[in-house]
């Protein structure tokens, strides 16, 4: 029974994501819909010092992102929705498993309003939000039915249409940037660094997909590798995103801008004025972000919720989730109260998402549990 047990929980889908496409998943689900406000964000809690308190941000996010992969690397063919039963027990697991679904389901949500927000306010000002955000949920549900191969190979096409127009764009920006206006490099306000550095740490919540990915790698072995290089990528070019709106603009513009980055791509031109402004670029290529983002967490949530039923396909809950997550994306009742959700809902993630999994680790260590030897054990026992 226990080995029946064990070859059920073993990954459906071949081993066939590569190390390089886990480090494209990674950074194609960090960088999304929280690049437009996160100038602000950092900079109303630490002035100044928004680049430092956005780099503090990224060092707890990688230690969140190194307890995950260190218990990948420890079950290398379960998701933790399926080892943590065997390190907690049933019950407790049943019930971790449950809030980190509910919580990704409610990140789903607020992304897809905070998307729907933008556009209707910079691009398709008659256009209803809820048309906006129905349209994104169902093109991330329809993308969702798919396996872990193939949204291995989307965000794989798509990582670099996210990572080099970002960066062409922050080049760019640097003809309009002033030094004085990063100094000093401490802020004004050094006593609100820990709580601007957790507030930016939950914007890489979306780094759990990681869980999902790993008994899909060709290489378990190797996703701290990708891991890092995807958060340390992701991370980069949160930080720069910060420093290069605090240079144009100062801190106490930033105060009063809504989406600082979007303004910066607005004061931003191609040489030889090919192009005067590029925010419509931009945008573009924010759509694609945001696109990534969600399908990366819609499929956490339904992959989750097929692995805490012990289902063999999600692919039944990628339409049955639809509604609940619309109507969750559509409690805020403004968008000044969606970001005081999002602040609070992403604090509270940090629970799930870095001290849940510190405490799997901490005690698959104390009770001597790994997965790699549950897969051993029957090869051995049969000769």
Not at 199 to 228: C, D, H, N, Y
Not at 318 to 335: D, E, Y
Request: glycine residues 6%; charged residues 15%.
């Amino acid at each position: 029974m226990a080995i029946r047990k064990r070859e059920s929980d073993k990954v459906e889908s071949p081993r066939q994501i590569t190390v390089l496409q886990a480090t494209a998943i990674v950074v194609s689900t960090i960088i999304g819909v929280g690049v437009l406000a996160l100038p602000s964000i950092a900079v109303k809690v630490a002035d100044t010092g928004a680049p430092l308190v956005t780099l503090l941000g990224v060092a707890i996010a990688v230690v969140g992102l190194v307890l995950i992969t260190l218990l990948g690397i420890r079950f290398p063919n379960q998701s933790i929705m399926q080892y943590s039963e065997d390190i907690i027990g049933k019950w407790p697991a049943w019930i971790g498993s449950a809030c980190l679904i509910a919580f990704f389901a409610v990140l789903t949500s607020l992304t897809a309003r905070e998307f729907g927000e933008v556009v209707e306010t910079s691009v398709l000002q008659m256009t209803s939000l809820e048309v906006t955000v129905i349209v994104m949920l169902l093109l991330a549900a329809i993308s969702a039915r798919n396996d872990i191969t193939t949204l291995a190979y989307i965000h794989f096409f798509y990582s670099p249409i996210l990572i080099f127009p970002i960066m062409l764009m922050l080049a760019l920006s640097m003809k309009n940037a002033d030094p004085l206006n990063r100094l000093p490099i401490w802020g004004n306000e050094a006593g609100g660094m820990l709580e601007g550095a957790v507030t930016v740490a939950a914007l890489f919540q979306g780094s759990f997909i990681v869980t999902v990915v790993i008994p899909a790698m060709r290489r378990p072995e190797k996703v701290m590798t990708a891991s890092l290089w995807g958060i340390l990528i992701a991370g980069g070019h949160y930080v720069l995103i910060v420093a290069g709106a605090v240079s144009v603009f100062g801190a106490e513009e930033i105060k009063h801008l809504l989406w600082p980055t979007l303004e910066l791509a607005k004061a931003t031109s191609l040489p030889a004025n090919v192009l005067e402004r590029l925010d419509a670029a931009f945008l573009a290529v924010w759509v694609t972000a945001v696109f990534t983002t969600l399908y990366s967490s819609y499929f956490l949530v339904i992959h989750g919720i097929s692995k805490l039923f012990r289902l063999r396909d999600h692919k039944m809950f990628s339409f049955f989730m639809l509604p609940f997550v619309f109507v969750m994306a559509m409690v805020p009742q403004n968008i000044f109260q969606m970001y005081r959700i999002i602040e609070v809902v992403g604090r509270f993630g940090l629970m799930m998402t870095i001290v849940y999994p510190g405490l799997l680790w901490t005690v698959s260590i104390i009770r001597k549990k790994r997965g790699d030897q549950v897969e051993n054990k029957p090869m051995d026992e049969t000769g």
